[in-house]
């Protein structure tokens, strides 16, 4: 990271406070959390201490005052630890800017300190049995009936689900206004009926980060809780935001990148082959210096958009490139990497091995790569006319 730009020495400090709690509470435990497929609940509060959550949100609601330099920061440093149980690039990363961007004063005032201190975790609900990155074909309804929404319908592949003490649920208040209809409620789980979770679900990687259904049987949730001054926002809201998700991602997988390249270095300059290091063959020099190429040029792209997400001027379609180049680019880096490491590649013991799991769904998440290709074929075609 010091080799960014926007890397400063107070922004250096603070990654070093994150590297050592990494090392301190999240590596000796990871594999631990993944055998039982969740974090402790207690890591949650360590963080939230450490001031690890929140960290871009403002001081006056619990947050570290930082920007969104320091979420890249935190999300980059974890793909590089290979500790991705900590499901913070939802919890800081979008819901808690969800709350701070659209939010009352009251639920700010209700929500944000507790999210910062790790006693409310927090999930974002949208994908759905039938409806994933066609966010309007989602078919969770919530009627309002007096003071509360009755909700019904059910969300799965959601991030820290099983955990998740406030979770911003995507409904449908009014089916027949398309996107105009959709609207986001904040569901306190410990505060209503009718909330249950389901299993939690068996990922090809990212054993440690708890992913889950969540069902709503006649959830009762208070009008109170509505995102936003008004019904039908939520299609809004959420546009506005992906972008931030996006680009999280794209950094998630920067990181994932140098890992896979300073693993295979370490490993071709000690594996002896015919007499050999397999660093001194020149197919490996050139392998390697290929990844290296491609991941230097997707840092210099995803420097940019975190420069210009950060100043409030990063457009959507932007976004959509950097989310779609730096997942399938680190995916060709990794499977590089994986290859010259042979058999050993494959063995789960060594970090490339856990690499290539978890990076594969960074191609799917936020918005599947085709659909990001879509989005920038869409802004191609208004330029043109």
Same mark, same amino acid.
């Given at each position: 990271?010091?080799?960014?730009?926007?890397?400063?020495?107070?922004?250096?400090?603070?990654?070093?406070?994150?590297?050592?709690?990494?090392?301190?509470?999240?590596?000796?435990?990871?594999?631990?959390?993944?055998?039982?497929?969740?974090?402790?609940?207690?890591?949650?509060?360590?963080?939230?201490?450490?001031?690890?959550?929140?960290?871009?949100?403002?001081?006056?609601?619990?947050?570290?005052?930082?920007?969104?330099?320091?979420?890249?920061?935190?999300?980059?440093?974890?793909?590089?630890?290979?500790?991705?149980?900590?499901?913070?690039?939802?919890?800081?990363?979008?819901?808690?800017?969800?709350?701070?961007?659209?939010?009352? /004063?009251?639920? &700010?005032? =209700?929500?944000?300190? +507790?999210?910062?201190?790790? !006693?409310?975790? @927090?999930?974002? #609900?949208?994908?759905?049995?039938?409806?994933?990155?066609?966010?309007?074909?989602?078919?969770?309804?919530?009627?309002?009936?007096?003071?509360?929404?009755?909700?019904?319908?059910?969300?799965?592949?959601?991030?820290?689900?099983?955990?998740?003490?406030?979770?911003?649920?995507?409904?449908?208040?009014?089916?027949?206004?398309?996107?105009?209809?959709?609207?986001?409620?904040?569901? /306190?789980?410990? &505060?209503? =009926?009718?909330?249950? +979770?389901?299993?939690?679900? !068996?990922?090809? @990687?990212?054993? #440690?980060?708890?992913?889950?259904?969540?069902?709503?049987?006649?959830?009762?949730?208070?009008?109170?809780?509505?995102?936003?001054?008004?019904?039908?926002?939520?299609?809004?809201?959420?546009?506005?935001?992906?972008?931030?998700?996006?680009?999280?991602?794209?950094?998630?997988?920067?990181?994932?990148?140098?890992?896979?390249?300073?693993?295979?270095?370490?490993?071709?300059?000690?594996?002896?082959?015919?007499?050999?290091?397999?660093?001194?063959?020149?197919?490996?020099?050139?392998?390697?210096?290929?990844?290296?190429?491609?991941?230097?040029?997707?840092?210099?792209?995803?420097?940019?958009?975190?420069?210009?997400?950060?100043?409030?001027?990063?457009?959507?379609?932007?976004?959509?490139?950097?989310?779609?180049?730096?997942?399938?680019?680190?995916?060709?880096?990794?499977?590089?990497?994986?290859?010259?490491?042979?058999?050993?590649?494959?063995?789960?013991?060594?970090?490339?091995?856990?690499?290539?799991?978890?990076?594969?769904?960074?191609?799917?998440?936020?918005?599947?790569?085709?659909?990001?290709?879509?989005?920038?074929?869409?802004?191609?075609?208004?330029?043109?006319?």
């Amino acid at each position: 990271m010091s080799q960014s730009p926007w890397m400063t020495p107070e922004l250096e400090n603070f990654r070093d406070n994150v590297r050592r709690f990494y090392d301190k509470e999240l590596v000796p435990n990871e594999e631990r959390w993944g055998r039982q497929q969740h974090v402790d609940r207690e890591v949650w509060r360590k963080a939230g201490a450490a001031g690890l959550l929140c960290v871009g949100i403002s001081e006056e609601y619990g947050g570290g005052g930082g920007n969104f330099m320091h979420e890249a920061i935190l999300f980059y440093e974890q793909t590089l630890a290979i500790v991705p149980g900590l499901g913070n690039g939802v919890h800081t990363g979008i819901v808690a800017h969800y709350l701070e961007n659209f939010g009352t /004063e009251a639920q &700010k005032q =209700q929500w944000l300190p +507790r999210m910062a201190s790790g !006693d409310l975790v @927090g999930a974002l #609900a949208i994908s759905e049995p039938g409806a994933g990155s066609d966010v309007q074909a989602i078919q969770t309804r919530a009627v309002r009936r007096d003071d509360h929404y009755v909700v019904n319908g059910a969300k799965t592949f959601i991030s820290n689900g099983q955990l998740a003490d406030l979770v911003c649920v995507v409904v449908k208040t009014d089916p027949s206004a398309g996107s105009r209809g959709i609207s986001l409620l904040m569901v /306190e789980t410990a &505060k209503v =009926q009718g909330f249950r +979770r389901g299993r939690v679900l !068996d990922k090809i @990687g990212m054993h #440690a980060q708890d992913t889950s259904e969540l069902f709503f049987d006649d959830m009762r949730v208070p009008c109170a809780n509505l995102l936003g001054p008004e019904e039908g926002q939520g299609f809004r809201q959420l546009m506005k935001e992906l972008p931030r998700e996006r680009v999280v991602t794209a950094m998630s997988a920067q990181g994932s990148m140098d890992r896979a390249i300073a693993e295979t270095l370490a490993y071709a300059r000690q594996r002896k082959l015919f007499g050999d290091t397999l660093f001194d063959f020149q197919n490996t020099r050139f392998k390697l210096a290929e990844c290296q190429t491609k991941a230097t040029v997707s840092r210099a792209f995803i420097d940019r958009c975190i420069d210009q997400l950060a100043r409030g001027e990063l457009d959507a379609t932007t976004a959509a490139m950097a989310k779609w180049w730096c997942t399938q680019t680190c995916g060709e880096i990794v499977d590089e990497c994986l290859q010259l490491h042979g058999g050993y590649g494959y063995m789960t013991e060594y970090p490339i091995a856990r690499i290539y799991q978890n990076v594969r769904i960074g191609r799917i998440l936020a918005g599947s790569n085709e659909v990001m290709k879509e989005l920038v074929a869409r802004d191609m075609r208004r330029a043109s006319e």
